[in-house]
């Protein structure tokens, strides 16, 4: 087991990681900006560094800046957390070649996983379903043009290196598909720094359906039911709950196996997640795989018992899972809605300013992190 873990996060997460590592008799390093030197995940940590300004992309983008504060404090693994570097693997590459452990899956697998249009032919090889469409990027009008006739209006034009519900556009029609795929491709590239492009067909009311999964260096991938994500705005999450009332025994039991199929196709280590859409003839198909802790995990924890994080960090240290997936049960319904600083009366701007009253919600069953 490790004996000191660098967490490039802040904020909840970094919380989580803390909590997660103390029960586990772990020693954690916080790194924050200048900004955040007083943050909570500062305080609680057994040791602390700066690694640079407020702006994130001179702190806790700073892969350099990370790296040798982890030098410095001995630190034998850093655990990403979710965003900035968790699915970066350039960052998980360099973390290697310094013999510093990343706690999440292998480069390759990240690299593999974290393109889109690269997972989608991996899920096809894999034998999982996915959504009709081409078979990787689209480089041209006239090609998107070809390819969304032989697909079948509507299409969904969609970002390969997307996420966040950014660099997506729907086509219904072949006038609309010019737009559609000229915005996408802009919106990409500002986004992701890639304007790389594919296309599938458009699946309308569809239920976005995740399964939660583990493996270990050893080859065992289990799955830990599903996630229902469905109810977004402007494809954002705002609420996810599990187990979804949409998704009866037989159904979770085919994600369920696809999911696991596919972790073991790429040979996945670590905590890890499989979207899938579903139709309303509960078909369902493989959307992506996010190679990271989820915002949304706890509702997971809170229906079968198990620290995800806990978990993550075991398999990272080489140990093997002590359970199987029969040992994996479900009790209750859990929901974790998500929060938004928008301004109702006009047009749900963002509306940034300073919290003066918060009423924490207390009993049995409720999570606050």
């Known amino acids: 087991m490790f004996k000191k873990i660098l967490i490039a ?101 990240i690299e593999l996983m974290g393109d889109k249009a690269t997972a989608r032919q991996t899920a096809i090889e894999a034998g999982v379903p996915v959504i009709p469409g081409t078979e990787g990027v689209v480089d041209s009008l006239s090609d998107a043009i070809k390819a969304a006739a032989e697909i079948g209006y509507p299409v969904m034009i969609k970002a390969s290196s997307g996420g966040g519900g950014r660099g997506m556009r729907i086509a219904n029609s072949h006038e609309e598909l010019p737009g559609a795929f000229q915005t996408a491709k802009a919106e990409a590239l500002t986004c992701f720094g890639d304007d790389r492009v594919y296309i599938e067909r458009f699946v309308r009311d569809p239920r976005h359906i995740e399964i939660q999964l583990l493996g270990d260096k050893y080859g065992r991938v289990v799955h830990f039911g599903e996630r229902d994500c469905s109810i977004q705005r402007r494809n954002q999450k705002i609420l996810e709950e599990a187990r979804s009332p949409f998704v009866n025994e037989e159904l979770r039991d085919r994600m369920g196996k696809a999911a696991v199929k596919l972790a073991e196709h790429v040979g996945y280590s670590g905590v890890g997640t499989v979207e899938f859409l579903v139709d309303a003839d509960r078909n369902f198909y493989f959307m992506e795989m996010n190679t990271r802790i989820q915002v949304e995990h706890p509702v997971t924890e809170a229906i079968t018992g198990f620290n995800l994080i806990r978990e993550q960090i075991k398999v990272a240290a080489s140990l093997p899972m002590k359970f199987s997936q029969k040992d994996i049960h479900f009790r209750g319904h859990s929901i974790e809605c998500r929060i938004n600083a928008e301004d109702p009366a006009h047009g749900f701007r963002p509306s940034p300013g300073t919290i003066t009253n918060l009423y924490i919600p207390g009993g049995p069953g409720i999570r606050i992190d």
């Open 9 to 109: 996060n802040r904020g909840e997460i970094a919380v989580t990681i803390i909590r997660a590592c103390r029960e586990l008799g772990i020693k954690t390093v916080a790194v924050y900006s200048e900004a955040d030197r007083t943050a909570l995940h500062a305080q609680l940590a057994d040791d602390g560094i700066c690694i640079g300004p407020a702006p994130t992309r001179e702190s806790y983008l700073n892969a350099q800046a990370i790296l040798t504060a982890c030098t410095i404090t001995g630190a034998e693994a850093i655990h990403p957390g979710f965003g900035f570097l968790s699915e970066n693997a350039a960052f998980a590459r360099m973390c290697e070649k310094c013999q510093i452990n990343f706690i999440g899956p292998s480069p390759r697998v």
